[in-house]
Every structure is written in C-alpha cells, then in structure tokens.
C-alpha cells in the first residue's frame, strides 16, 4: 500500500485578545491510499481543526503537508483549485451546510458544473448517477433542504464532496447530528463509497465506537496534541496512555453483564490558550510527575504504536 | 399520607397528547402505561420525535400551552392523581417532590441570575427557608455536585457545559425529590464529562432512594443506570421490560434495529444493521402498527391491525403482531 497524506509538524496557531490558542500543536502523521485514520477527541481538542487545515480551509502556521508525495502546504490560487478538487470534506451540520435556495439537483449539480469537464448532457447524467449513488430517490430531486431530514441532506453533503472523484475526503463529525438508525445508514454510504471509489478518509468524531467501527488507524487528540496513535485494534486492546484509557472507559456500552470498571477523570478540560510545555494532560492525569511539564515527544512504544507520555513504561509495565 | 403500593411509586395510565400545527394534528403520545418503583429508573429510550420529551411533560403538567391539543389520561404519584389537580397544588409537587433536569443546561438557566440563587430560589419557595438558609444549603448542594463553594456567585456563562449541567442537576436535586425526570441529562456533554455526571446521579440515586425516569437515545447509558427499559416508537411503548429481558432478549423488530445500529465498542461488527427509513410522521401515523412500513418482517396483517401491549414473561411486554403468533 502507498502513502497518500503526510502530514509533518503541523501547526495552526489562533490569535485572541487573550493570548494564542494552540489548536494545532506540532502534529505528524501518514495515512495509506483507501485506508482511514479516525482523529478522536473532546471538544476543543483541535480534533477539526486539523481537518480543516490539511485540506487548505484554512492556512496553516507551520509544518508540512505532502499529498501524493507532493508538497503542497503552500500553493497559490490556481494551485488551490486543482487541490480541492483532490481533497474535499463533508461537514458535520446538514442543516447549515446546504444553501436553501438551491434544490437538491443543483446543488449536486454545482461542483460538476464549476469543474468545467462537462458538456450539458453529461452534466444532467452525472448528476443522476452522483444522486442515485449516494441513495436520494427521483421524488427529492427538486425538493430543498428545509424539506429533508437530516439523513438525506447528509447524503447530499456526501455527494457534493465525492462528485468530482477526490482521492481524499475529510468526514468532519458527519453522523453526529443523526439519530441512531439513520447514523447507521450513513456509515455504511460511506464505507461502500470508500470500497467503490478508493478514497482515504480522515475521519473526525468524539464517538468512540464510530471510530471502532470505520477506522483503520486512530489517532487520539488532546488539547492540540496528538497523545496516542496506532492501528485501531491495538488501540482498543493495548491503550498505552492514561487520557485514551479513561476515554475509553468513559463510553457506556450496552453489554450488561460485563461492566468494566471506570476510570474517573478529575476536573475538566483546560484550555490551549499559551498553554504550559509538556503534555496538556498532566493536570488531569492521575499519574502526572513533575517530569510531565518538560517538553515531550512521541515515541514509537510498541511497533507502530506511538504515545507521547512520560511514563508510559511505568504505568503500562512495559 | 394516604398509602399506596411502592411498586406503583409513579403510575402512568393511557396517556395521550396531541399537538396542534396549522391544520393538522400531531399524535405525539399515543397510549402509553407504565408503573414506577419506589427508588427504581425507567429508561425511555426512542429516536427524535418519537415522543419522549412529551411524555416527560405530560407527567409534569409542563406541556407548551399555545401548541397543545389536548392531554389525556391518569398520572398517580404515591396514589394520588395528579392530572387533575389545581395548578397550584401540582407547583407544590413540581420541584419538591418531582423534578426534572432538562437536556440543554445552556437554555435551562437563567443567564442574569447567579448560579447560588437560581438554586436556592426552590428551597425558599418549597421549604419555606430564609434567604441566608436557601443560600447555605445551595452552597452545600453546589459542593455535592463538585463545585467549589467559591464559585456560587457566578453567572451561568462563566461556567463550561458540563459544569452548567452540574448546577442543574444540583437545582433539580436540592429540595430532595423523590423522583428525578432526566431528558437526555448528558447528550450536551463529552464522555469524560458525561462519565462524572451519570456518577453523580447514581450516587445520588442511592443516597436518596430517588427514583428516576431517564430519557435518552443511547443504550449504552440506560444499560448503565436503569433497571427497567421502555422502548418508544411513534409515540407508543412498543416494549418493555427490565434490563436482562430487554438486552439479551429483544422481542420487538423496532429494538433489534436500535441494538443492530449502534456500532458496540466491545464487538467487532463489519457492517452494521440499521432499521432502513424513518420514523413516521406523527401527523399522519401508517394503518395498523406505527412501525410495519420499516419493519422487515411485516405482513398484510400488520399493514391493517394495530398491535395491542401483550405480556411475554416476567415484566416483559412487547406490541408485535409477528410476536403475538409465535406465543400461539
């Protein structure tokens, strides 16, 4: 399997009249062509933000972004147009992220259009296979927003993002708005799309068990920096460092006769505004040291399983 | 006092409410009969719309005037019917004996009250404290959720979502009630968060012996805090049963595809089995059961007989004409 995304100490650095917010903190990482990296996360974690900023929604402050081995973390504006339409996103809110004075077809029309690779005919047919595709039956075709569920205009988010063949979609959050069963089916579109078209995918959630479910690597955010990131099985089984097991401990599962006992986090989550060296956890983490608040890296703890903790081997009897 | 039967703490009979919008009718709740124990928690689990909140107001008597049809049917607390009584004695109940914690803790405060007296303004009304009693005591309660006594004069906005959630809950909480309705109490929050705070209710819950109605779409959490389950669909209960009846043994199509949706983090599922469609429109609910045009093993029957509660075994009971055949 080939490389598709690098990403190299990526930063994204925020002004604020109370200081600088440090959504971004020094983040490295690859993703493989067809596989998809879950990025997890409390909210503020940066956990969207780094989404956002390695598709150029926003520029970044520092770092590297190499798609396809080519570096493209500054590009200018004729550049820009030919880098979207590799690398596209899928919003996390159906409600606003569709304009309600376009119907359904025009807007899945519009991409296709922008493109300029059609002529009329084939504009109206790719449009009836991209509708077709992602599942919007004939009868919503001239309907608008306003007069779908969240699901279908889900699908519609969906088909605009694939329309013109990217190799690479950012799902930010994009089944959290949905209830339980239509989640359920918005996944699945994904995941047969991704088989279909070949895409990678980074996708964003603060749901653990999404993330388990589509996600072929996960990397765990907190504060604006990446504490933990291995293949998702090892993930579920080994979780190295202290904040992931408290994550995970923290889900309710379903299974009634197996409860496993909680970790309890004290306290809530801080803020990335000049934040202290070291690791963001420290102040929460039940086995924080003195040694925590000095500066620190990501290291390879186990092949391929990369956790920035001071006392990794300590806590983990490594 | 008068007596009554502590299996029948709370006991709901037929309850039903339709709204009004524009011309049309919204069956909201339609029918719905449930008894609570003294200290025991209800899960009331359902999809958007299906009519959850509603029953939860109903109970309550905290329904939206202006949009309200009509709301019928007995609600009995500890062997009173409360549905009938004078509005000013059920203010006595609400808050003293019965009170709720809303889901959004952003909305449910008062944003130009301090979080000290919005707590303290239901123990001067119900309990008849001074103003420097209500305080203390709010101050205390405001420690028993996890916040520092030095944070009581703050307005909601200098608190963050799960601590604003906190102080709700200390609000609901401070004059003792004897039973809790929780919508959806953690939905706002992040996991970690929303770990602290299903602790603290279930501290609470057995410090007090308060029992509690909570209203959530996640299985996880009622699989976690409840004792009994009722599955709600289109306004109607469509099971029911305790935890072991409803988790190792769903009988209703509607609850394998609430169980089948959800990606479990303890399994490995390849593709997850969702129940396909949506939910009807409560304004023109389907012939027969609410649930045939999804259900995937509906017949002709089920498209024109609307399916009755049976009882299976124990406490379990499902609406089900496919279940109803194979008990035959």
Not at chain 1, 60 to 68: E, R, V
Not at chain 2, 63 to 71: A, G, V
Not at chain 2, 280 to 293: E, H, I, Q, R, V
């Amino acid at each position: 399997m080939s490389e598709l995304l690098r990403v190299e100490h990526l930063k994204k650095y925020f002004p604020t009249p109370r200081g600088t917010v440090h959504a971004v903190d020094d983040i490295t990482f690859t993703i493989e062509k067809g596989k998809t990296m879950g990025l997890v996360g409390e909210s503020g974690c940066g956990k969207s933000t780094l989404g956002r900023t390695v598709i150029h929604l926003q520029d970044s402050t520092d770092g590297k972004i190499f798609l396809d081995g080519k570096d493209i973390t500054k590009v200018d504006k004729n550049e820009l147009k030919a880098v979207r339409e590799k690398m596209q996103i899928i919003f996390q809110d159906p409600y606003s992220s569709l304009n309600p004075r376009m119907t359904l077809r025009d807007t899945i029309k519009e991409p296709l259009e922008l493109s300029g690779r059609f002529n009329k005919e084939q504009l109206e047919d790719e449009t009836t296979r991209l509708m077709d595709l992602v599942g919007i039956e004939k009868r919503f075709h001239y309907s608008y927003p306003h007069e779908l569920d969240g699901g279908r205009r889900q699908r519609v988010g969906i088909a605009r993002a694939i329309a013109l063949h990217p190799e690479f979609v950012v799902c930010d959050e994009p089944v959290s708005a949905l209830d339980v069963s239509i989640q359920a089916q918005i996944l699945n579109l994904l995941m047969d799309l991704q088989d279909q078209e070949q895409l990678t995918y980074i996708f964003v959630t603060h749901d653990l068990s999404v993330v388990r479910h589509i996600s072929d690597t996960i990397c765990v955010m907190y504060l604006g920096q990446m504490v933990e990131t291995c293949p998702t099985d090892e993930l579920f089984k080994n979780p190295l460092h202290p904040y992931t097991k408290a994550l995970l401990s923290a889900i309710p599962s379903v299974d009634i006769h197996n409860r496993s006992k909680r970790i309890q986090l004290k306290g809530e989550i801080t803020s990335a505004i000049d934040p202290k060296p070291g690791c963001r956890f420290a102040q929460r983490c039940p086995y924080a040291k003195e040694d925590c608040y000095r500066d620190l890296t990501l290291t390879e703890v186990r092949p391929g399983h990369f956790v920035s903790c001071a006392y990794v081997k300590e806590i983990n009897n490594l | 006092m008068t007596t009554y039967d502590e299996s029948k703490f709370l006991s709901v009979k037929d309850l039903n409410v339709t709204y009004k919008s524009g011309e049309d009718i919204v069956y909201a709740v339609n029918g719905v009969s449930f008894d609570l124990a003294k200290g025991s928690t209800l899960g009331l689990v359902g999809e958007t719309g299906a009519g959850k909140t509603t029953i939860a107001k109903a109970i309550l008597r905290i329904l939206p005037d202006h949009s309200t049809r009509s709301c019928t049917g007995s609600v009995i607390f500890k062997g009173q019917e409360i549905s009938s009584i004078k509005n000013e004695e059920m203010q006595k109940i609400r808050g003293a004996e019965i009170s709720m914690v809303f889901q959004d803790p952003m909305t449910a405060l008062n944003p130009t009250m301090t979080v000290v007296d919005q707590i303290a303004e239901g123990l001067i009304i119900h309990q008849g404290m001074t103003k420097e009693q209500g305080r203390e005591a709010a101050i205390k309660m405001l420690e028993t959720v996890g916040i520092s006594g030095d944070r009581a004069d703050e307005y909601p906005h200098q608190f963050s979502g799960g601590m604003k959630q906190r102080v709700v809950i200390a609000m609901a909480l401070a004059c003792n009630p004897e039973l809790l309705i929780a919508d959806e109490p953690t939905t706002a929050l992040d996991v970690t968060i929303q770990a602290q705070v299903l602790e603290l209710i279930n501290e609470l819950k057995v410090k007090q012996n308060t029992a509690m109605i909570l209203i959530t779409h996640d299985l996880g959490i009622v699989a976690e805090t409840c004792d009994n389950v009722a599955v709600v669909y289109a306004g109607e209960v469509v099971e029911m049963g305790n935890l072991e009846e409803i988790y190792d043994n769903p009988k209703h199509p509607y609850t394998h595809g609430l169980f089948g949706a959800i990606p479990d983090i303890s399994k490995d599922v390849e593709r997850l089995s969702p129940v396909d469609g949506l939910p009807p429109d409560p304004s023109a609910l389907p012939k027969g059961c609410y649930f045939s045009p999804r259900c995937p093993r509906a017949t002709e029957e089920c498209h024109s007989r609307h399916p009755e509660l049976i009882h299976l075994e124990g406490s379990h009971f499902v609406r089900c004409i496919e279940v109803e055949k194979e008990g035959k």
